[in-house]
């Protein structure tokens, strides 16, 4: 079913946010293609049906108390932020240029 | 016998345990030793990417104090463990074994941390893995491989290699896993320890790093059954902060394992996960012990569970479909590394530099193939059929289970693998998993425990055997049956046999 070219592998990079060198695209364009191959064979048992499952144990309308707890602590968190200023994360322009 | 009159380091927990509350030796002398162990021996191991003397002696120093004051104190309390570097402990690093989290110290402590602190058990450091979980053999770490303590030139087993390295290096006699395809189970198998994986919400998730968030389970693993029950019942129950962690009680893990017992189990073998593909000395070592049950009473039957040979594909979209959504967080904004903010990018270059710096090989394959199955026009093909295989696993599960108690398989197809052999090799890597993902898939409870070695390698084989949920007490019972008959035939642990490093 599979056949990924490279052009493939450069949108999937993009739509996963990792900026693939060239020589990484031709390294995994060739092993992605063998592993969709591969698991493709899922198709062969999905009658339509079978109702699909995506969690082991079934629960529905889980709820805990409503009551208030401390928040996580505001220094330990800054600590652990690449860039913080004024209070806040600092983060890299949210525009393109055009 | 005086257990000072030992090493302490050969001593398991239920050992140490007992001398501790006798008063034969201080928590402070275990803790001592253990460090001084990994001192000794972790150069070459490198099962730990981080340890904590200071914050592990005053710990045991603390429960040295409460118990000359008297304080009743935990079955475990003073013991040293060793916790997988996915699990966050306040202030500690928590790297997963990614340059993505490089240096990053979590503000707050996962459940299971709480939970071994509030049992004072002596947690010594972090131990290695593959990055975010994803391998089967250690070496996709960032920080490199851990080695297998019984030949150093080989995979301890992954994702959790550091733990189980760490055990059977007698670094520790107890440490933490999380299995999401075999990640307690298989490392124990190729290491000669123990390993459990709780059915799945046994043990809370809450502050622990996500995978593939259906199938993640935190589990026990120590050198025998007893102490593996002992730490299962100190980390397992009900969290609210965890919306999947299951609402009912503990099964009684410790009284299964000290029952030890299968008269009258029936004991499924299932066809599947044997014969080709299996080792020689691995189907060998199984057989034999298949017999060992049956010698002690056990009613040992072949089930089959037709759709196993599928669980692999579904396993290897499922998870990668989950882990590509969940790994979308990692995205240098709030926590671990940024890579290229040079005030002129924007926040989406960033986040791809970010990535592509911080991310190793597996897990681009990983994110890239999760991206794939769940894109519009692949989704039914990939994710949905694989969602299906889960029912049909998940029916052969309950098909087997209406006829026997447990089921049984050997847990890894071979013996300890050569470091570099298989790691630019996905699918060879992948089948490691072949025999433990089912359980994974259908939330089941499962244990591995050591068998022998095998003839032609010398290396030890683990024995799974596989309980319905909630029915984790069968593992034990089973398994200390297991490991008491084989112990008496051998006159030690198998772990007595691993070279003295």
């Known amino acids: 079913m599979a056949s990924i070219t490279r052009e493939e592998v450069e949108h999937l990079a993009r739509l996963a946010r990792l900026q693939l060198s060239d020589a990484e695209i031709d390294h995994y364009a060739g092993q992605l293609d063998v592993i969709l191959q591969s698991v493709a064979r899922v198709s062969e048992v999905a009658e339509a049906d079978i109702p699909p499952t995506s969690h082991p144990i079934p629960m529905v309308n889980v709820f805990r108390d409503d009551v208030v707890r401390p928040g996580l602590d505001r220094e330990a968190v800054a600590a652990g932020a690449p860039a913080w200023e004024d209070d806040r994360f600092r983060v890299p322009r949210i525009l393109d240029e055009e | 016998m005086a257990v000072m009159e030992h090493d302490l380091v050969r001593q398991d927990a239920a050992t140490l345990a007992r001398a501790m509350g006798d008063g034969e030796v201080s928590s402070e002398e275990v803790t001592r030793a253990h460090l001084d162990r990994i001192t000794a021996v972790d150069d070459r191991v490198h099962a730990f990417l981080h340890v904590m003397p200071e914050r592990a002696i005053a710990a045991a120093r603390d429960v040295d104090r ?49 939970r071994l602190r509030s049992a004072d058990v002596i947690i010594l450091g972090k131990t290695n893995m593959d990055e975010f979980a994803m391998g089967s053999s250690t070496e996709h770490s960032a920080y490199g491989p851990t080695r297998n303590p019984w030949d150093l030139d ?163 979209l499922i998870l990668p479909s989950e882990a590509s959504s969940n790994l979308a967080r990692f995205d240098g904004m709030r926590y671990g590394l940024r890579a290229g903010d040079d005030d002129a990018r924007s926040v989406e270059e960033v986040m791809a530099l970010t990535r592509e710096a911080g991310f190793g090989a597996e897990v681009k394959r990983r994110i890239m193939i999760g991206t794939y199955a769940l894109s519009s026009g692949y989704y039914d093909a990939y994710y949905g059929s694989a969602q299906k295989v889960r029912t049909l696993i998940t029916r052969d599960f309950e098909a087997a289970f209406d ?63 596989m309980a319905p949920p909630l029915a984790d007490d069968r593992l034990y019972r089973a398994g200390g049956a297991l490991e008491a008959a084989l112990v008496d035939r051998w006159g030690h642990l198998l772990i007595e046999e691993a070279p003295s490093l």
């Open chain 2, 66 to 114: 409460r118990r000359a004051a008297g304080e009743p104190l935990g079955p475990l309390a003073g013991v040293p463990l060793a916790l997988k570097d996915v699990l966050t402990m306040e202030g500690e690093p928590t790297t997963c074994g990614s340059r993505i989290l490089e240096g990053w110290r979590p503000p707050y402590d996962s459940t299971v941390v709480e």
């Open chain 2, 154 to 316: 080989r995979i301890p087993g992954g994702s959790g290699g550091g733990s189980a390295a760490a055990l059977a290096a007698f670094e520790a006699p107890l440490a933490i896993g999380t299995d999401t395809g075999g990640s307690i189970r298989q490392p124990a198998a190729v290491t000669g320890t123990v390993g459990v994986k709780p059915t799945y919400g046994g043990v809370s998730r809450y502050g622990l790093v996500a995978l593939a968030s259906s199938l993640d389970q935190a589990g026990p693993c120590a050198r025998t059954v007893l102490d593996t029950a002992l730490l299962h019942a100190a980390i397992a129950g009900h969290d609210a902060r965890d919306s999947t962690s299951i609402s009912a009680p503990v099964p009684d893990v410790v009284a299964a394992a000290r029952a030890a017992d299968v008269r009258g189990m029936r004991i499924g073998l299932v066809r599947e996960l044997s014969g080709e593909g299996y080792q020689a000395g691995v189907s060998q070592r199984f057989d034999e012990a298949v017999g060992i049950l049956t010698d002690l009473g056990a009613e040992v039957v072949e089930v089959s569970c037709p759709h196993f040979e599928y669980a692999l594909a579904a396993y290897y």
């Open chain 2, 403 to 465: 006829k026997v108690d447990v089921l049984v398989s050997p847990t890894a197809p071979t013996t300890a693998f050569r470091i570099g052999e298989k790691v630019d090799d996905p699918l060879a890597m992948y089948l490691n998993d072949i025999a433990t993902i089912p359980v994974n898939l259908a939330g089941n409870a499962a244990m591995s425990l050591p068998i022998g070695l095998a003839p032609e390698d010398g290396l030890p084989v683990g024995l799974q055997i």
